[in-house]
């Protein structure tokens, strides 16, 4: 039998190797590859083309939403599995929006994981009970035009999110320009854009809004007055 290849993206190495632990007992399920951050998973998903992505909401570097919306847009075939402590209506919104055919809360059994990554390899969809509730309402919401919006009503593109994100993180120009693989001049320009579209003109607002926004969490950026 031909295994189910997975690729982990999770940044806490514990609970990595806690849930490749619990994946490996399963013996069609073979964990190829570790990302610690957002753009290592889609890097990794390039290389290893793996059947299914288990992806946490909460990365450094680009975070599990933007990822997800990276890997699928370029590898259709891949499934993606969100594997997250937020199991708020809007990230669950967000993540079924860009993309992903499951959501399942960290307190989750190895059972349960191996079985939703299971269903996603056969093309069907796996939800957590509650989130699964949470979407039906959400669509009946949606049915009476009361639908969810993002918390600001503004739409980012795929690049000014990614640049929001790494600003937030605390990264130097230079360091944007390396990541991004673009000009300093044109991370300079990016940002006076990203800056004039949301209205807001320094760095502790931008990450504020990052925050507020569910593109970072709170403790990703502690030194922001």
Not at 33 to 58: F, H, N, S, W, Y
Not at 61 to 77: C, D, H, S, V, Y
Not at 111 to 126: D, I, P, S
């Amino acid at each position: 039998m031909k295994q189910i290849t997975v690729l982990l993206a999770e940044d806490h190495a514990i609970v990595r190797q806690g849930l490749r632990l619990l994946v490996e007992t399963e013996g069609d399920i073979e964990i190829v590859a570790e990302a610690k951050t957002g753009r290592e998973a889609v890097q990794l998903t390039d290389k290893l083309r793996p059947d299914i992505v288990v992806m946490d909401i909460a990365m450094p570097m680009l975070n599990g939403l933007e990822a997800t919306r990276q890997i699928l847009k370029a590898f259709p075939t891949t499934k993606v599995l969100i594997l997250s402590a937020h199991s708020d209506a809007e990230y669950v919104e967000q993540v079924v929006k860009a993309g992903a055919r499951g959501y399942l809360v960290k307190q989750t059994s190895g059972e349960v994981l191996a079985k939703a990554v299971r269903e996603l390899h056969q093309g069907k969809t796996y939800f957590t009970p509650s989130i699964a509730k949470r979407l039906q309402e959400s669509f009946q919401k949606s049915e009476d035009g009361v639908g969810l919006r993002k918390k600001s009503g503004l739409e980012l593109t795929s690049r000014e999110t990614e640049l929001l994100q790494l600003i937030a993180e605390g990264q130097a120009n230079k360091q944007i320009a390396s990541e991004l693989g673009i000009s300093i001049k044109t991370v300079e320009k990016h940002r006076q854009h990203l800056m004039e579209k949301l209205s807001i003109h320094d760095i502790a607002g931008l990450t504020r809004f990052a925050i507020a926004e569910g593109i970072i969490e709170s403790s990703v950026q502690s030194t922001i007055d």
